[in-house]
């Protein structure tokens, strides 16, 4: 049954990301004043506020205007309620689910942020970088200061290492074809991927990196041959590193220890 209080725990929890997610970029603060219809500015009723539900029940529109409500609302929700409770079942009654908690947390708003200003806010990844550490420096937690750190360090190191490459390397032939793009990545991306490397430690940042890119590589692909993007179309690299995060964070060591076997033997 705990299961179902992860699960409330986590659509209510959604549904405030997405008033982070708003609000964070813009400056505003996340607590006051209550939610408002973006279109006529009603305040929103405490019963009209109930994630997913009110949505449904109000088939996606505002009570007063009876504008649309955007899709992305209950999607967020869902998507951190199911998260939540993915992370409960995979760790069980421990001190990780929260730390998974924690991490997702960051993960839903960063992406959110990401998706909609091509922006990672530099205090929110420190915030989440900061509650990686403290939970893997406190014993009860049994995740281990070391690792956490080294997975920083990688997830640092990796940024670093592919504007290096962008800029020294790749610039020049990709701009002889007609690529022009000012950076391979934004700064944002290093506090970011070092907070999830924390989060994950070394072998779950390999993991991430690796999905991250590959992920990154075929919707790039795709979408070029969808006609959706043009050579030089900035895409946030965020969502794919959050993305490899989650697969990081479930099935890192797995996955990792996995490739050893098969590759070495
Ligand atoms: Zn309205």
Known sequence: MTWIVVLILGLVLGSFFN?????????????FPHSHCPHCGKLIRFYDNIPILSYLLLRGRC??????????YPL??????????????????????????IFISFLIILSGIDIDHKILPFPLSLTGLIL??????????????????????????FVIFAWALWRFVLVRPFARIGVKKKEGMGWGDLPFAAMIGVFVGPKGMAVTLATA????????LTGRLLGKTRPGTEVPFGPFLALG???????????????LRLVIG
């Open 76 to 101: 967020v929700e869902l998507l951190s309620g199911g998260l939540f409770v993915f992370a409960y079942l995979r760790f069980g009654w421990d001190w990780l689910t929260l730390r998974a908690l």
């Open 245 to 259: 995060g989650l697969v990081g964070l479930f099935w890192g060591d797995w996955i990792f220890d996995l490739y």
């Open 132 to 157: 990686g550490l403290i939970t893997a420096v406190l014993p009860s937690f049994h995740f281990g200061f070391i690792p956490a750190l080294v997975g920083g360090v990688i997830g640092a190191g």
């Open 19 to 31: 008033v982070g997610i708003w609000r964070i970029p813009r400056g505003e603060s996340i607590l």
């Open 213 to 220: 890119v590959v992920i990154g590589v075929i919707v790039g």
């Open 63 to 72: 009570r007063d205007c009876h504008k649309p409500i955007s899709l992305r």
